[in-house]
């Protein structure tokens, strides 16, 4: 029986991705190379540094330790420069009627993200009141695939990975979910969500009793 939904954040709740894109591609035009948004997509779900790892690869650039965290530090105050201006009509579409709904059915929710900034974006676009718990990159140590996240999110809400749903828009994310025994919602592109129990576009016109009916 499903008694809690877990959500990712960026690209499920709030399209964050376009910032941090943003961000890193300033990063890289400084260290002298391009970033496409075709490359951007390697990053999804990824940890901070390991995405800068990646970045710093495509552009064929090795450097040290200390100025891998002084990259990683410069590239999170510009993002925060961008989240720090974001409003609710930032929230991607059907997602607040999603967890109205699913609030009034008395499904625990929660939020199980990599990112560290998750609590500003939360308080940016006003939808704190909406999750039981909120477990993110500040209490994990573990990356996805990793299902850390998703083990403290249900274990804070007092249910089995087998009594969760989590949605997830990362290939990363999906496979936390899978190697944590959770059932899982792939959100966008279904073929590099495969792996997913069910996939859907987007939270618009989705009914929750729908989705359950399809995973129980
Ligand atoms: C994930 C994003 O949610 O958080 C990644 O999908 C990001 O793109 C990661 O790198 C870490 O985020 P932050 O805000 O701690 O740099
Ligand atoms: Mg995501």
Redesign the pocket.
Known sequence: MIKALIF????VITDT?KY?YLAWRELALGLGFDFTEEQNEQ??????IK?LEILLEIGGIIVDEDIMEQLADKK?TR?VEFISKMTPDEILPGVVDFLKKAKTEEYKIGIG?????AQTILNRINLNSYFDVVID?TKVHKPKPDPEVFFKAASELNVKPEECIVFED?EAGIEAAVNGGFHSVGVGNSKSLGSADYTISGFENVLIEDLIKLIE
Request: charged content about 25%; hydrophobic content about 25%; overall charge positive.
């Open positions: 990712d954040l960026d690209g991705a941090h990053l999804k779900g990824v940890s901070r995405s999170n993002y993200s990599a990112s560290k900034n990159g990362a």
